[in-house]
């Protein structure tokens, strides 16, 4: 696709259950990125990949949270055991470029309701 | 010493009139400063970057200005337009840095 795609773009759900949110970056974009948004706020790094590896994991909220990545390229946000303040908007960026040359190219995010 | 600082939190500005946003950083080796748009329901994107080795940089109606001693740069929007209406972050990184460190944002409304 042209650009950063997302699914599911709504996700409700109820507390304690496991979700997967989805990325396909750009094809050949080797930087990929997870980030939370809450509601009119701003934007929580959760995570980087450079290819298929994660070199900082720092911003990911607690063990609840994980993420892989797999042939370079899509990316899979992995939320067990999910709580309310989980609700948020979770966002894919992409970059081609590694290092601040790099314009980062978000998806529209996966909006996670928990009730 | 890794914040970027962003104000206002929001801001109202009539059509055709100029909006001023305004952000500081604290670590002198961030050297790449970029703003980013981002309308309701769609992700962030990129508007215009800047280098400290210029002191404004100019696209359209979107211009930055840069202070280096002062370790500020702000968006100025000209000729404000309802389309404008969105928010607006803030952010910085340094040479090799693959993070952007970001502002907190600004709600900009331009009224008809």
């Known amino acids: 696709g042209a650009g950063v795609s997302q699914s599911p773009s709504n996700k409700v759900t109820e507390k304690g259950k496991d979700v997967e949110l989805r990325c396909d970056p750009i094809?050949?974009?080797?930087?990929l990125y997870w980030y939370r948004q809450s509601l009119g706020q701003g934007l929580e790094f959760l995570i980087y990949?450079?290819?298929?590896?994660?070199?900082?994991k720092s911003g990911l909220p607690s063990d609840r949270f994980s993420a892989e990545r797999t042939g370079g390229s899509v990316s899979t946000l992995t939320i067990q055991r999910t709580q309310q303040e989980d609700s948020a908007v979770y966002l894919c960026?992409?970059?081609?470029?590694?290092?601040?040359?790099?314009?980062?190219?978000f998806g529209e995010g996966s909006r996670l309701t928990v009730l | 010493q890794q914040q970027v600082k962003q104000s206002p939190q929001s801001l109202i500005v009539q059509k055709g009139g100029i909006s001023i946003i305004n952000c500081a950083y604290e670590?002198?080796?961030?050297?790449?400063f970029p703003w980013y748009q981002q309308f309701p329901g769609k992700g962030p994107a990129l508007l215009i970057a800047?280098?400290?080795d210029v002191s404004e940089k100019k696209e359209g109606r979107f211009t930055i200005s840069f202070n280096k001693s002062a370790k500020q740069f702000s968006l100025h929007i000209m000729d404000s337009q309802p389309g404008d209406s969105a928010t607006y972050f803030c952010?910085?990184?340094?040479?090799?840095?693959?993070?952007?460190?970001w502002g907190a944002g600004t709600k900009l409304i331009i009224k008809p």
């Open positions: 952010a910085a990184t340094g040479r090799s840095n693959y993070q952007l460190i």
């Open positions: 670590n002198t080796a961030f050297d790449y």
């Open positions: 800047i280098r400290p």
């Open positions: 094809s050949g974009h080797t930087a």
């Open positions: 990949f450079q290819g298929n590896s994660a070199p900082d």
């Open positions: 960026a992409s970059s081609l470029l590694v290092g601040n040359t790099g314009e980062l190219f």
